[in-house]
């Protein structure tokens, strides 16, 4: 990989990307909404690793510009991550569509709309690597997060489905289902340390999944087992938890 392209680059375990990459001198294309915030990072990453770091505006809920923001990139990446998603507030999007769809569209539709675009030209040239930032959650609804759930459920099945469609063009795609991660994201949210994994790990397994051709990775290997025994729970014993 010599040049590698993360949407969703504000993030913590996008900034934790950005740092693992650039200290193994790959350079770096980082796509966020909000651009200003990425030029420090530029700077300092320019400055520690000599690498090449081009900062670019993307906005995942845009759909309609996903394809000019591609055709744009120059060069083009030879490996794409997906990092960004939403987590929200469920209760209200219980009654405010707006809300849900928010959800739906940050942890689903937007990913899918870039990365059919990036798929595209990487079956062309018979190449590339692509990573989606799914999550254990998508693994069975819940009453508690069933918006974000069902996103991360259908992103699972399309990275799935992605990556059966490429293999035949050397395409390769790794689903990374992390669990908790200690970020902004999941503030004021009581989480098991021992099940919550820092940006850091997260971003030494994605890089370590792409090098080694993963097809789906747990980032903490308890969440394999524990969502194991969740999805082997009769759906009459389960439909009455409350999870």
Not at 102 to 115: D, E, F, K, Q
Not at 142 to 158: L, P, V
Request: a positive charge; glycine letters at 6%.
């Amino acid at each position: 990989m010599k040049t590698v392209l993360i949407l969703g680059a504000t993030s913590e375990v996008a900034l934790a990307l950005a740092d693992q990459l650039a200290a193994k001198s790959i350079n770096l294309i980082l796509a966020a909404r909000q651009v200003e915030k990425l030029n420090p990072v530029k700077a300092d990453l320019t400055i520690r690793f000599g690498v090449t770091v081009t900062v670019v505006a993307f906005d995942a809920a845009n759909m309609n510009s996903h394809a000019d923001f591609y055709q744009h990139l120059d060069p083009k990446p030879d490996a794409a991550i997906c990092v960004f998603g939403f987590l929200g507030d469920h209760d209200k999007a219980k009654v405010n569509w707006d809300e849900c769809a928010t959800i739906l569209t940050a942890n689903y539709v937007g990913a899918v709309s870039i990365l059919n675009v990036i798929a595209n030209d990487f079956e062309s040239r018979k190449a590339g690597v692509i990573v989606g930032i799914s999550s254990v959650a998508g693994e069975r609804g819940r009453q508690s997060n069933y918006f974000y759930g069902s996103a991360k459920a259908g992103f699972t099945a399309y990275l799935s489905g992605l990556r059966n469609r490429l293999v035949k063009s050397a395409v390769h795609v790794v689903t990374v289902k992390p669990g908790f991660i200690r970020t902004k994201m999941i503030e004021g949210i009581a989480t098991p340390g021992l099940l919550t994994a820092k940006p850091e790990q997260v971003a030494s397994s994605v890089i370590k999944a792409m090098v080694a051709k993963r097809n789906v990775i747990y980032v903490l290997p308890a969440w394999r087992w524990i969502m194991l025994v969740i999805r082997c729970i009769p759906e009459f014993i389960f439909k009455k938890l409350r999870l």
